[in-house]
């Protein structure tokens, strides 16, 4: 504990604010360790950590073998959230599983981030933009954290009262799903935030000003100095897109699971609210009227800022091949130059980002669309058959 509240406090590396969250949850299997000969920070495994982990899963299988068994008892009124809550339970356990079982892959590729962030100071005295501030991940965390809240207090009103505090263990399964997905959308947004500085280390050969970033570069001359910056740059950002597609590869299956849930969540809730206001003119309880439409909000959120992360990578990486060219232009007369930034261009062109999960839909802007399209679809379609129904009842 007494290490992790120095790694928080730790100004040499935002990294602390993704580490630090997340261990509630399960999702941080690992500790903190501050070598006493150097001021390198790193991670290693934790036996506690990962035990931690596994055991926040039981209660979530406990709560999907009791409603499996207790299906057919369920009040036919229920069965829509017992269905939501299955889902819950099964895919919350297999992700905290996922971590316990894969811990060693996500602490090599924090450490890696953390070499990198190290290397990036020590080379340029900084790893992200003046511009720059983690005010986006702040804001990211408390916008969901407020919506969770606002989606389970109803939940805890209703298990006060009916003395069922297996709404407890529904609600755990609900926020580690959640947490999951801005754990990845903070991580990836790290990356950019270094990517972006990246590129802005590129622009300033071409723009002559503001060099106080490059004076770190040991060289003799001007265009040694140019070439060597490139070089580093070039190495970098090679580096943390490596550091990307293994981060993608290990988020790929957690990731599957937590779209599908909440796609699923998003046809229902919004059925469900729907078929309230049209078919019903009772006022809509309290539960319904909070719980739905803030967790159809929360759902739209999470998804919203992940993919925009994921499509500001591919962003950032285009910029740094028009940035190339505009330095080719400005060093023309330099041959070491031109021969460096050609190779760096020629990596960047042929360089594949991941950008899609397992090839079955990409993550940009476009998923926002199809998913929307989708619950609006199914909502009609939905919303049309039931209407059927009552009329064949009339």
């Known amino acids: 504990m007494k290490n992790l509240l120095k790694f928080l406090n730790s100004q040499k590396t935002s990294v602390s604010f993704i580490v630090t969250f997340f261990k509630i949850f399960g999702l941080a299997p690992f ?36 409603l499996v068994v207790n299906y057919s008892t369920i009040m036919p009124k229920l069965v829509l959230r017992k269905l939501v ?7 919350s356990s297999v992700i905290l599983w996922y971590y316990c079982f894969n811990h060693q892959k996500i602490i090599r590729i924090l450490n890696d981030l953390l070499d990198f962030e190290q290397d990036l100071i020590s080379q340029f005295n900084r790893s992200v933009s003046r511009r720059n501030t983690r005010n986006y991940e702040i804001v ?8 969770m809240i606002l989606q389970v207090i109803p939940f805890v009103f209703e298990a006060v009262a009916s003395n069922d505090w297996w709404f407890v263990i529904m609600v755990l399964s609900g926020f580690i799903i959640n947490i999951l997905m801005l754990q990845h959308t903070i991580l990836v947004h790290y990356v950019n935030k270094r ?45 943390l897109l490596v550091i990307f597609k293994d981060l993608t590869d290990f988020f790929e299956w957690p990731i599957l699971l937590t779209i599908i849930i909440f796609c699923i969540r998003l046809i229902l809730y919004s059925y469900k609210f729907a ?19 803030t967790t159809m ?47 760096f ?19 940009n802007g476009g998923l926002v669309t199809a998913i929307t399209a989708s619950v609006i679809t199914y909502l009609v379609i939905l ?12």
């Open 85 to 91: 809550t299955i889902n819950l339970s099964w895919i």
């Open 275 to 293: 078929k309230r206001v049209i078919f019903f003119n009772q006022d809509i309880p309290l539960i319904s009227f909070i719980c739905e439409p």
């Open 140 to 147: 990211s965390f408390i916008t969901e954290v407020v919506l």
């Open 195 to 239: 990517l972006n500085y990246t590129n802005e280390l590129l622009l300033l050969l071409v723009e002559n000003h503001g060099c106080s970033d490059l004076i770190f570069v040991k060289s003799s001359t001007h265009n040694e100095l140019i070439l060597r910056t490139i070089t580093l740059l070039r190495q970098h950002q090679r580096r």
């Open 383 to 394: 919303v049309q058959f039931n209407y059927n129904l009552d009329v064949i009842d009339a």
């Open 297 to 343: 909000v929360k759902e739209i959120f999470i998804i919203v800022i992940f993919t925009n992360q994921m499509t500001l990578i591919t962003s950032e990486t285009k910029k740094t091949g028009e940035i190339i060219f505009e330095v080719m232009d400005a060093y023309s007369t330099h041959g070491g130059i031109q021969s460096q930034l050609k190779q």
């Open 31 to 66: 500790e903190v360790v501050f070598p006493n000969s150097e001021q390198k920070i790193f991670l290693r495994s934790s036996i506690k950590d990962q035990v931690y982990s596994f055991l926040l899963s039981i209660p979530c299988v406990a709560l999907l073998i009791r």
């Open 345 to 363: 261009a020629i990596e960047v062109l042929h360089r594949k980002i991941p950008d899609s999960i397992f090839g079955l839909f990409k993550i």
